[in-house]
């Protein structure tokens, strides 16, 4: 599914208001804490008495859905205006659309190298920590500090609860402040 993120995050934010794209860009990426989630239940109750193939099939069957449902989906307003545009303007010599990217690129590169540098080595950062913690916790959980299988996967649940419950806790804690004030 890492595939398709981008692209569906990309096609819902073009249709919200300015304003609320960062709160929903920040629900939006507890996606996927809520598949690591849901994998994690279904693993706790299907794994047991199949294999963990069966939650593969499963998954597979998710995704498939996924795609036949994006299939029924109209295609944005924000792409139909943009191919009008495109049929609208084939009358103009057009330049490369590669070349054009790749002259962007090099303008940006020359002028922000070191922030491109920066920003591909934070990035690197978040993704080894996320996917050592997250994709290995319950392998460590369950060789390092012995627990069962089923008693790791719980763990993994809460955690992804807690990781679930975070994007809403900013938005929330100024009320309970409030709230607490006036009591």
């Not at 990426?29 to 193939?53: E, F």
């Not at 307003?77 to 330049?95: G, H, L, M």
């Not at 996320?130 to 369950?142: A, I």
Request: with cysteine.
């Amino acid at each position: 599914m890492g595939g398709i993120w981008g692209l569906a995050s990309a096609t819902a934010l073009e249709n919200i208001p300015v304003e609320a794209r960062g709160v929903a860009s920040g629900i939006l990426q507890q996606g996927y804490a809520v598949g690591y989630l849901i994998a994690a239940v279904i693993n706790l109750y299907l794994v047991p008495h199949t294999t963990w193939r069966a939650l593969f099939w499963m998954a597979s069957g998710i995704s498939a859905f996924a795609a036949v449902l994006r299939s029924l989906l109209p295609e944005s307003e924000v792409f139909v205006r943009a191919r009008q545009e495109v049929k609208s303007d084939s009358d103009k010599p057009a330049q490369s659309k590669t070349r054009i990217f790749f002259h962007e690129v090099g303008q940006m590169l020359k002028h922000h190298w070191l922030l491109c540098i920066y920003l591909v080595m934070l990035m690197s950062g978040f993704s080894f920590l996320s996917h050592g913690t997250q994709d290995l916790y319950p392998t460590y959980l369950q060789e390092n500090k012995r627990l069962t299988k089923f008693d790791a996967t719980v763990a993994t649940i809460i955690g992804n609860c807690g990781a679930i419950a975070y994007v809403f806790l900013p938005s929330t804690l100024p009320k309970i402040r409030t709230v607490l004030l006036i009591i």
